[in-house]
């Protein structure tokens, strides 16, 4: 976007706009599970708010919607402290981006890197606390720093493991997502029952997570891909893919679709694959995201208020075909 006439006046009167609307937004979908626009929306105003904030950095607000990660958490539920926040990601539109992103990270090093590919699930983040190898407390992902507590529904789903295979104390953190199957099969449900249905699987997971009788989750038939830890001591690999196949032996589901690449040509591949596979998934995703694959270069990377500087998300282009309703069960 070109601000050449613009004034810093000006600017800052803009970005105001922007946020008001973004933050609207931003409720109706961390807080109510309800969208009233689609993400790509969504992605296309916050963008705007970036460009003019990157041009104008002094009209950069702390409570700016770039400054911090989803929103507020429902009453109804035990509020639970992440000690190590729960960050979003950085995200890009175009393979040029992301050739930026890897560029920009191999240029500060001499050693080679590797990187991780992962699907990007549409799904919500939750993080599952283990005291002994035992589950003793699950949470969503909230403003980064305060969570819900949503323990007793997180028990409800098979995919979760009360009991590890080795008695640690360890943070595990991933995705919970709602396969297409059930989703359809719920949206018709609720339109014979007169009820709404709902925008996406994404939307589906989180109000049927959020609920406050676990009976509700466990008729929601969700599912979990776990694919990253809050204290990277707590493993014995020191890479990403070799923390997913240690989550695997641990008990934990991990998306099976990930792959090492260790150039921009294999990402190339990796994402052209999985936008032509998308569709057949039995689940949903919106990108890839691309890890530097070592644990101790993501820590000596390190992160920025809101997104980790070692990951990034390439967003596929936005589905045709998407309703967006709203839905209000979470109250129940
Ligand atoms: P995000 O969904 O763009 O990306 C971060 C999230 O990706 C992580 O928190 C994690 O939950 C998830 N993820 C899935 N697979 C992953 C993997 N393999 N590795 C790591 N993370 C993985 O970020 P966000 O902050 O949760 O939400 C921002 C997005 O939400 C926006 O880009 C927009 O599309 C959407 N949004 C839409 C509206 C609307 O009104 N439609 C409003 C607000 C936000």
Redesign the pocket.
């Known amino acids: 976007m070109a601000f050449e006439n613009v004034s810093e006046q000006q600017a800052a009167q803009q970005a105001a706009g922007l946020r008001t609307q ?1 933050n609207k ?2 409720d ?3 807080t109510y599970d309800s ?9 296309k105003t ?1 963008q705007q708010l970036v460009d003019l904030e990157t041009k104008f950095p002094q009209i950069v607000t702390p409570d700016s ?1 770039t400054q911090k ?3 507020h958490t429902l009453p109804g539920f035990t509020k639970v402290n992440h000690e190590i926040p ?4 950085g ?1 890009v539109f175009s393979k040029d981006e992301l050739g930026e992103f890897v560029d920009r990270l191999s240029e500060n090093d001499a050693v080679e890197f590797e990187y991780n590919c ?9 993080n599952l606390r283990y005291e002994n190898g035992i589950f003793v407390q699950g949470s969503t ?1 909230g403003n980064g720093q305060i969570g819900e507590d949503i323990t007793r529904n997180l028990k409800t789903i098979k995919s979760i493991p009360r009991k590890l295979s080795r008695p640690i104390n360890i943070e595990v ?3 919970c997502y709602m396969p297409k199957e059930s989703f359809a099969k719920l949206n018709e449900e609720r339109q014979l029952n007169g009820e709404e249905p709902f ?1 996406n699987p ?1 939307n589906a997971a989180a109000g049927s997570l959020r609920q406050l009788d676990p009976r509700v989750t466990r008729s929601r038939k969700l599912s979990t ?1 776990m ?2 830890v809050a204290d990277i001591d707590d493993l014995q690999s020191d890479t990403q893919s070799g923390m997913l196949e240690e989550f695997k032996e641990l008990g934990f589901t991990i ?1 099976p679709d ?1 792959k090492v690449a260790h150039n921009m040509a294999d990402i190339d591949r990796y994402v052209d694959k999985y936008k032509d596979l998308r569709d057949g998934l039995p689940y949903g ?3 890839i ?1 691309i ?1 530097v694959n070592s644990l101790p270069l993501q820590r000596s990377l390190g992160a920025t208020v ?2 980790p500087r070692w ?1 990034i ?1 390439y ?1 596929f282009p936005p589905e045709e075909v998407q309703t ?1 309703v709203r839905d209000i069960e979470w109250t129940v």
């Open positions: 973004l937004w931003a109706e979908y961390y969208p009233s626009v689609e993400d790509s929306v969504y992605d916050y919607p990660v989803g929103d729960m960050l979003s990601l995200d992962e699907l990007k699930i549409d799904g919500l983040a939750i992902r953190r991933g995705e925008a994404r891909f694919y990253n998306n990930y995703i919106d990108g995201v890890k809101k997104v990951a998300a967003k967006v």
